[in-house]
C-alpha cells in the first residue's frame, strides 16, 4: 500500500523558512510526478510546486522566488524549502503524486496519491 508522509510543518515567523518533507512508502517518487499543493481554511486547494522524473521543475505563482522542491538520491523523499515565509503562506501543505507525468500537473484531479497534510502557520 502506497504512503505519503509529510512533516516539518509548524509556526514560524513572517521573514523565515522552513523545510517541508514529504516520504514515501510502497513507491518512489522516480517516475510520474510530485507536487505540494496547499490550502488555507476557506479556500480552494492551491497548486505549489511540482517536480517530474526528468528532475524538472514547476512552481505557482505565489511562491515563485521562494519556493524550491527537490528529491533525494534515493528518491523516496521530496522536499519543499519555503523561505522569506509570509502570513499568506499559512495553510495545510499536502504532498501529492501520480505514477505518470500529467500536463495539468498544477490541478488536483489527476494526482492519485496524497499524504494527511502538514500545518505551516506564518504569525509573528
Known amino acids: 500500500q502506497v504512503q505519503l508522509v509529510e512533516s516539518g510543518g509548524g509556526l514560524v515567523q513572517p521573514g523565515g523558512s522552513l523545510r517541508l518533507s514529504c516520504a514515501a512508502s510502497g513507491r518512489t517518487f522516480s517516475r510520474g510526478a510530485a507536487a505540494w499543493f496547499r490550502q488555507a481554511p476557506g479556500k480552494k486547494r492551491e497548486f505549489v510546486a511540482a517536480i517530474r522524473e526528468n528532475n524538472q521543475k514547476y512552481y505557482g505563482g505565489s511562491v515563485k522566488g521562494r519556493a524550491t522542491i527537490s528529491r533525494d538520491n534515493a528518491k523516496i523523499t521530496v522536499y519543499l524549502q519555503m523561505n522569506n515565509l509570509k502570513p499568506e503562506d499559512t495553510a495545510v501543505y499536502y504532498c501529492?503524486?501520480?505514477?505518470?507525468?500529467?500536463?495539468?500537473?498544477?490541478?488536483?484531479?489527476?494526482?492519485?496519491?496524497w499524504g494527511q497534510g502538514t500545518q505551516v502557520t506564518v504569525s509573528s
Open positions: 501529492a503524486a501520480r505514477d505518470v507525468w500529467h500536463i495539468y500537473y498544477y490541478s488536483v484531479d489527476p494526482y492519485t496519491m
